[in-house]
């Protein structure tokens, strides 16, 4: 055997070896791409990754998600809060489970850069009471919000008037406390009030008892000063009455009797 032979029968067998490297590479994601707590599985009907971190103990979104996410599943953790942008950069992403978490608030940037994609978002079973009155202006995915304590208010009215292709989401919204006492319990849809008008009202009634507060604070004050100032020139003159009158010197008698 050549040399020539001798190095082609070594270096074949390190080409496939390479060859089987890179298509592992590329079908199965590497163990750093992966965030901790998490299990990624290439889809390839979707030609992207299912990230699955489902019952991992997160108290906090990954901060570092395969860009090529196609699916992601964060349910039964206890994550509280979304922050802006968290998803930014998942251009691929099309379902997003946030079920059974803590989450209490949502504001405007929370699913910024996913609305193009975004096919189902999963919010139910969580503490949300509020949300910003654009966070979900621009999504265009089918929203599961059941099962959660909405405080129903003028940002809530609004958030929900842009989800007019979403009405099945909105009719499942119930009003765990509301600016209207009788509102309370029952489905949001129901409420018939424009609460941002509402809201303003009362905010105009609020600032019209104030200034009526300043003003009787204001009279209060100028009465209680003219009748403190009556009283102590009252007092003076009692006191200028009280003195007694200066007696007449003798050269003063004197000096008239002579002029008469």
């Known amino acids: 055997m050549t040399l020539l032979d001798l190095w082609l029968s070594r270096s074949i067998p390190m080409c496939l070896l390479l060859q089987s490297l890179v298509l592992m ?6 163990a750093s791409m992966c965030p901790k707590g998490c299990m990624c599985q290439r889809d390839p009907h979707l030609h992207g990754l299912n990230v699955t971190c489902s ?13 090529d996410t196609v699916l992601l599943r964060l349910d039964h953790n206890q994550i509280g809060a979304v922050p802006d942008q968290a998803f930014h950069g998942l251009r691929l992403l099309r379902e997003l489970n946030l079920s059974y ?14 609305e193009g994609t975004l ?10 009471t509020s949300v ?18 909405w405080h129903c208010d003028c940002a809530l009215q609004q958030a ?3 989800m007019a292709h979403n009405h099945e989401a909105a ?6 406390s509301s600016e209207l006492r009788d509102q309370e319990g029952r489905p949001f849809l129901a409420v018939d009030a424009d609460l941002c008008n509402l809201a303003k009202r009362t905010t105009d009634y609020a600032m019209l008892v104030t200034m009526f507060g300043w003003f009787a604070m204001v009279i209060s ?3 209680y000063y003219v009748r403190q100032n009556q009283e102590d020139a009252r007092r003076h003159l009692e006191y200028l009455k009280s003195l007694p009158s200066k007696p007449k010197k003798p050269d003063e008698a004197d000096d008239i009797s002579t002029v008469v």
């Open 25 to 30: 590479a590329l079908c199965f994601p590497s």
């Open 55 to 67: 019952q991992s103990r997160l108290k906090e979104i990954p901060p570092s998600l395969p860009v």
């Open 101 to 114: 978490n803590a989450v209490e608030t949502l504001g405007e940037g929370a699913f910024s850069g996913i």
């Open 119 to 128: 096919q189902v978002l999963d919010l139910s079973h969580n503490r949300i």
């Open 132 to 149: 910003h009155k654009d966070a979900f202006a621009r999504l265009k995915a089918r929203i599961i919000v059941d099962d959660n304590p």
């Open 160 to 162: 929900i008037g842009g």
């Open 171 to 176: 009719a499942r919204v119930l009003c765990r």
């Open 221 to 223: 004050y100028v009465v």
